[in-house]
């Protein structure tokens, strides 16, 4: 049997200090970027210890083309 659920690559990126506006903006590029259809890429929050963090959110980019993912990572990464 083999497995039907694709498999996706994931790019971590940490707000730190978070900032709505920042984030709001840095989606907004994303979408521009790589569109809206979620079935191509979307993004989630991780389960983390949250004792450690302090003011920061870390979001997992999850993209269904490895391609996607490394361009995503060269251009967004911090």
Known sequence: MSN????????????????????????????????RDKSRWYYRSPLLDMDTLVNTWTVDFLFRDPQDATLFGLKYSK
Not at 25 to 35: A, I, N, P, Q
């Open 4 to 35: 039907s659920t694709p498999s996706f690559a994931t790019v971590r990126i940490t707000f730190d200090p978070y900032s709505h506006e920042q984030v709001q903006t840095f989606l907004k590029k994303v979408h521009r970027d790589f569109g």
